[in-house]
C-alpha cells in the first residue's frame, strides 16, 4: 500500500533560475526503509523536507505530494504534525525545552494527551531507547548522540505512520551513528514504521534499507535495490566512495561484471574471502612518528557542574608528533570534552597539561586548532549576494 509518493514534482528556490528539483516522481510503500542519497547539492534535503509542510522550504512548487492518496495539502494541521515524524540533521535545532522529560511530553502535550497517556507512552519509549537515567537531566547537558535519540524518542511518542530523517547522524561519532541506525532498522522491523532517510554513511544503511533512491542534480537518478545501485554507481566520480567499505573491496576485485551476490555487511564479505587469494603487493610504509611527547595530560578532572559525577576522572595520556590519534567511546564518555579541554576552550579542575615540555596555563590557539563537528558554531555573519564582488 503506498504511504507516501510524489508525482511530477519540480521545486525552485525563490530568486533561483534553476530548479533545485526537476520533474521527480517517487513512491514509498508502507513498512518500506528506503534511502535517500546523492552528492551535495543533489536536493535530496529539499525533497524530505517538502513531505513536511510545517519546514518546507519556500519557492515555486510544481507537482503533487501525497500522504495515504490524499493530497499533503488537504490534511489538518494535526495529521501533518503527528502523523509525520521529523528528525533533523542538527540536533540542536530540534530541542525546545531544558529539561529531557518536558522535552518527551512537549508535542504530546500540544496535541491533547491526558496526563496518564503521557505517563505511560513516555515510560515505555524511555525503556525501549534506555533513557531512564537521563529522564531528569538538562538537555545541554546531553551528548551529540543523546540528544538525537531524545530527538526521536519525542517524534516517536505521537506514533507517526512516517518518520522522515534529514541526515541525522551527521554530527554523530561512529558509535552513536551505528547505534542510532540499528535503533531505526528495530522499529521499522518491530513497529513496521516507514523510514525515508537522506544520509551520507551509506555502510550500515544499505544492509537494512529495502530501496535506494539516488537524485543528481535535481533530477531522480536511480531508484533501486542496495545491491543494484552498488552496481550502478560503481564508476560514479563522486558517490562510488560513499558505498559500503565491503561493497568497495568487492569492487576492486570485480572488475568485469558483477554477480548479484554482492556482500554488503560483513559476514557476508567474509564468506565471499573465502574462495580469494590474497597477497601484498607492496610492503607496508611504517608510519614516522617522533617518540618524544608533544602533549601531555596527566591527572585531568573535569565536570561542568560540582554536584555532578566527573565526566574526565584522574587522566592521563601522552600524543607524540606526528602521530594520527583517534579517540573513540560511546555517547556521554567525554570525548568532545577532553578535545575542548586539549583546546583550552574548557579549564580542568585538576591535573596538569604540558606542551612541548612547557605547562600550559593558557589557551595558545596559534599552536593547538579546534574544529567542533557544528559547524554553524564558525559562523558569525550573514553575507548578502549583492555585497558580494568577482
Avoid at 546523492?38 to 512548487?61: D, M, N, Q, W, Y
Wanted: proline share 4%; net charge negative; with cysteine.
Amino acid at each position: 500500500m503506498e504511504i507516501l509518493s510524489a508525482h511530477n514534482l519540480s521545486f525552485t528556490y525563490p530568486e533561483e533560475a534553476e530548479k533545485a528539483l526537476s520533474d521527480i516522481s517517487i513512491s514509498v510503500q508502507q513498512g518500506e526503509f528506503v534511502v535517500l542519497c546523492g552528492p551535495s547539492g543533489s536536493g535530496k534535503s529539499t525533497l524530505l523536507r517538502l513531505f513536511k509542510p510545517e519546514i518546507a522550504p519556500h519557492g515555486k512548487v510544481e507537482g503533487s505530494l501525497f500522504f495515504q492518496e490524499r493530497l499533503l495539502e488537504d490534511l489538518d494541521l494535526r495529521m501533518k504534525a503527528k502523523d509525520l515524524g521529523m528528525v533533523f540533521q542538527d540536533p540542536e535545532n530540534q530541542i525546545a525545552m531544558d529539561n529531557v522529560m518536558e522535552e518527551l511530553i512537549f508535542g504530546m502535550e500540544n496535541l491533547g494527551f491526558t496526563t496518564e497517556q503521557m505517563r505511560k507512552k513516555v515510560a515505555e519509549m524511555a525503556n525501549f531507547f534506555g533513557l531512564n537515567h537521563l529522564l531528569h537531566k538538562r538537555t545541554d547537558e546531553l551528548s551529540g548522540g543523546q540528544k538525537q535519540l531524545v530527538n526521536l524518542a519525542a517524534v516517536l511518542l505521537l506514533d507517526p505512520k512516517v518518520l522522515l530523517l534529514d541526515e541525522p547522524t551527521a554530527q554523530l561519532d561512529p558509535i552513536a551513528a551505528k547505534e542510532f541506525i540499528h535503533m531505526l532498522q528495530r522499529l521499522n522491523e518491530e513497529f513496521g514504521i516507514t523510514i525515508v532517510i537522506v544520509e551520507h554513511r551509506l555502510d550500515e544503511l544499505f544492509t537494512v534499507a529495502n530501496r535506494v533512491i539516488m537524485l543528481e542534480n535535481g533530477e531522480l537518478l536511480h531508484d533501486m535495490t542496495p545491491v543494484e545501485i552498488v552496481q550502478a554507481l560503481r564508476n560514479h566520480e563522486i558517490m562510488r566512495n560513499f558505498l559500503p567499505s565491503t561493497a568497495l573491496l568487492y569492487l576492486d576485485f570485480h572488475l568485469g561484471r558483477l554477480t548479484e551476490n554482492v556482500p554488503l555487511n560483513v559476514k557476508e564479505t567474509r564468506q565471499w574471502l573465502q574462495d580469494q587469494k590474497i597477497q601484498c603487493s607492496e610492503p607496508l610504509e611504517e608510519t614516522n612518528v617522533n617518540h618524544s611527547p608533544l602533549l601531555e595530560l596527566n591527572e585531568i578532572d573535569f565536570q561542568y557542574d560540582k554536584h555532578t559525577a566527573p565526566v574526565l576522572h584522574n587522566l592521563n595520556l601522552t600524543i607524540f608528533e606526528g602521530e594520527w590519534l583517534a579517540i573513540v567511546g560511546a555517547n556521554g564518555t567525554g570525548k568532545s570534552t577532553l578535545l575542548k579541554v586539549i583546546g583550552g576552550i574548557l579549564k580542568f579542575q585538576h591535573g596538569w597539561m604540558r606542551f612541548n615540555g612547557k605547562k600550559v596555563k593558557k589557551r595558545f590557539p596559534e599552536q593547538v586548532s579546534y574544529l567542533p563537528q557544528n559547524p554553524k558554531v564558525f559562523l558569525f555573519r550573514i553575507q548578502s549576494k549583492r555585497n558580494l564582488t568577482t
